[in-house]
T-cell receptor, first 111, second 115 residues
């Protein structure tokens, strides 16, 4: 069983829609959860970082972590064509543990 | 500007010809790491370094070497490249001030083709 599962998409939605991106994981030791955005031919860019369960909001982006269900989400409100990218979830147990990445969801926002 | 730089950005080489991909960061980060990204496999960690002279294997270290002689630099060495090392490589760095390398900042990537 893979440690982090993420639907690769593509997920195509109209401009202005609310987007929901999700990852599930199996390792209960994960405590730190990140979302990265990767544009084509670019390096991943850190969007959000949360510790343990709960919500975190930053502008149009909201990250949710439900450790009891081993499920994390990223919501994008008022989606824009510039949000079109691949979104990667990542997580770690902490300390010297490396990040475990999902394979990414390709998001397309249609003008 | 805070950044992670990698050179070269694109490289085509032949099997067995030693090469080095350089990585440098200007954020005084303790932690640095190398990843490779392949279609269908996602990002996988090759090696990481928690600080100067401290390196350790990631998930896919075979065929790679690293060194960390200075805090800002973390070169990736392929002593005898093979075609299965054709990939997109990313260097990343992070502070460990919050207890671990959670907020990793990535370089622009190096696209390597080994023929």
């Amino acid at each position: 069983q893979k440690e982090v599962e993420q639907d690769p998409g593509p997920l195509s939605v109209p401009e202005g829609a609310i987007v929901s991106l999700n990852c599930t994981y199996s390792n209960s030791a994960f405590q730190y959860f990140m979302w990265y955005r990767q544009y084509s031919r670019k390096g991943p860019e850190l969007l959000m970082y949360t510790y343990s369960s709960g919500n975190k909001e930053d502008g149009r982006f909201t990250a949710q972590v439900d450790k009891s269900s081993k499920y994390i989400s990223l919501f994008i409100r008022d989606s824009q064509p510039s949000d079109s990218a691949t979104y990667l979830c990542a997580m770690t147990g902490g300390g010297a543990d490396g990040l475990t990445f999902g394979k990414g969801t390709h998001l397309i926002i249609q003008p | 500007e805070a950044q992670v730089t990698q050179n070269p950005r694109y490289l085509i080489t032949v099997t067995g010809k030693k090469l080095t991909v350089t990585c440098s960061q200007n954020m005084n980060h303790e932690y640095m790491s190398w990843y490779r990204q392949d279609p269908g496999l996602g990002l996988r960690q090759i090696y990481y370094s928690m600080n100067v002279e401290v390196t350790d294997k990631g998930d896919v270290p075979e065929g790679y070497k690293v060194s960390r002689k200075e805090k800002r630099n973390f070169p990736l060495i392929l002593e005898s490249p093979s075609p299965n090392q054709t990939s997109l490589y990313f260097c990343a760095s992070s502070s460990t001030g919050t207890g671990g390398p959670y907020e990793q900042y990535f370089g622009p990537g190096t696209r390597l083709t080994v023929t």
